[in-house]
């Protein structure tokens, strides 16, 4: 299993972190894409998907 931990930060009055580049390697960079956060509640665990934006 890979395990990537990413720093929580606060930026303003919200919380953020970056998207590590080995999650991006399969996206055309050149192309603009949005980034959904999905929480599954039966699991208790969050999902990433990447969309190409239009």
């Not at 580049?21 to 956060?37: C, N």
Request: glycine share 2%.
């Amino acid at each position: 299993m890979t395990t990537i931990k990413r720093k929580l930060y606060k930026r303003g009055s919200s919380f953020e972190t970056t998207i590590p580049m080995p999650l991006l390697f399969a996206l055309d960079m050149k192309k603009k894409h949005s980034v959904i956060f999905n929480f599954d509640r039966k699991t208790n665990k969050w999902h990433i998907e990447f969309e190409e934006a239009k």
